[in-house]
Every structure is written in structure tokens, then in C-alpha cells.
């Protein structure tokens, strides 16, 4: 079955960026997705079709897909960035999220 | 504006099963497909399935892994989607979520609040 992966967790100086990557086979062929979700609360769609960003998203969160890799960036880090991010990808008609990473603003 | 409002939390024993349910309002219920997606303790979200609320839409479709265990219904008359899990164990010990696709972005645009479901004896 299809898999995508992350890294557990990613730390970042406040001000600085943070990258966040998903790999997975062939993943620029696929529609990919990111999540953040904040301790105790239900996740929010942050990123859809590799580069594209939902109302009220700030500009300081990009995406890219290049081969098997996909990347969320956050520049300018802020303390409300501190939360858990998960990707998520289409195989066919089923949905496949990866593990999660944890950033965390020191 | 756009909403899912979820049924609250449940405790159950193991082998007993849970009913969860998603009520929509908002938008046109039957244009949207629903999904649920859970996330146990430690662990990261898990997508368990899928219905198309509209009645011609066909049956659900399901992750492997919960094949056999797990049942999406939907109710047009209250825009209410269900999620039925049996067989529970500790393991299925988790917060649970329906989820709507926005066909367009190909995402999840709008989530539930979450419904704690404890298994334990």
C-alpha cells in the first residue's frame, strides 16, 4: 500500500523558517495536502493541490512538490506556528496521511 | 456558515461498538462527500473511510484496515452522517472526525470538533 513520510519533529528559532518535508513514491503525480493541527483541537487545511493556499492562510506558508518530495515552508516563524503538521496524498480513491511532524519554536 | 457538529464522547467496553454522528448545515449536504479520519493517543491521523451523502451516490468506501469493522450511513432528512465502529478494542481508543471534500481543492476544507470514544474496561 502507499505510504508518505515524515519527520518527527522540526525545531526553529522564532523569526526563522521552517521546512517541513513528506516523501512518498512519484508524489508529484499525486494531489498533496497539509494540516496543522494544535493540541486539542481538530486539524486545519493549511495547503491543497502542492501549492495552493485556503482564505485566510498567510502568505508565509508555501508549498512544493518536486519528485518524490513534497515541502512545507514556514517563513518568519511565529510562536502560533508551534503545532503538529501531517501531509496528506490521493492514491486513487483512498487517503493516505503521513505520520505527522511536530515543529516546535524554541 | 459552514458546520459539523459532532455527538459528544462515549466510553464503551471492549467487543461493544459506538455510534458516532456528524450533522451538517451550512451547504447543500448532498454535494459534498464526507469522510472520517481518527487520531488515536501518540499516534497521527488515520483515514477511515468515505460516503457520498447523496442517496444514488453509491456504497462507502472504507481503508483496508478497517474493512469489515466499520460503517458510514447518512440521513438526508436531518443532513446527519454516522460513523458505526464494532468490535472495539483498547487500541480504538482515539478522537474521531468527519471530515468534508471539497471536490475542487481536493482537501478536507471543514472538520468536526472531534468525538473522544474511550474503549475500556
Known amino acids: 500500500s502507499y505510504e508518505v513520510t515524515q519527520p518527527p519533529s522540526v525545531s526553529v528559532w522564532p523569526g526563522l523558517t521552517a521546512t517541513i518535508t513528506c516523501s512518498g513514491d512519484?508524489?508529484?503525480?499525486?494531489?498533496v495536502c497539509w494540516y496543522k493541527q494544535k493540541s486539542g483541537q481538530s486539524p486545519v487545511l493549511v495547503m491543497y493541490q502542492h501549492t495552493k493556499r485556503p482564505s485566510g492562510i498567510p502568505e508565509r506558508i508555501s508549498g512544493s512538490t518536486f519528485g518524490n518530495t513534497a515541502t512545507l515552508t514556514i517563513s518568519g516563524t511565529q510562536a502560533m506556528d508551534e503545532a503538529d503538521y501531517y501531509c496528506q496524498a490521493w492514491d486513487s480513491t483512498t487517503v493516505i496521511f503521513g505520520g505527522g511532524t511536530k515543529v516546535t519554536v524554541l | 456558515q459552514v458546520q459539523l457538529v459532532q455527538s459528544g464522547a462515549d466510553v464503551k467496553n471492549p467487543g461493544a461498538s459506538v455510534k458516532v454522528s456528524c450533522q451538517t448545515s451550512?451547504?447543500?449536504?448532498?454535494?459534498?462527500?464526507m469522510h472520517w479520519v481518527r487520531h488515536a493517543p501518540g499516534q497521527g491521523l488515520e483515514w477511515m473511510g468515505v460516503?457520498?451523502?447523496?442517496?444514488?451516490?453509491?456504497?462507502?468506501h472504507y481503508a483496508q484496515t478497517f474493512q469489515g469493522r466499520v460503517t458510514l450511513t447518512r440521513d438526508t432528512s436531518t443532513n446527519t452522517v454516522y460513523m458505526i465502529l464494532n468490535g472495539l478494542r483498547s487500541e480504538d481508543t482515539a478522537v474521531y472526525y468527519c471530515?468534508?471534500?471539497?471536490?475542487?481543492?481536493?482537501?478536507?476544507?471543514?472538520w468536526g470538533q472531534g468525538t473522544k470514544v474511550t474503549v475500556s474496561s
Open positions: 451550512g451547504y447543500i449536504f448532498t454535494s459534498y462527500f
Open positions: 512519484n508524489l508529484h503525480d499525486k494531489n
Open positions: 460516503i457520498n451523502p447523496n442517496p444514488s451516490g453509491g456504497r462507502a
Open positions: 471530515a468534508r471534500e471539497d471536490s475542487t481543492m481536493g482537501a478536507f476544507d471543514v
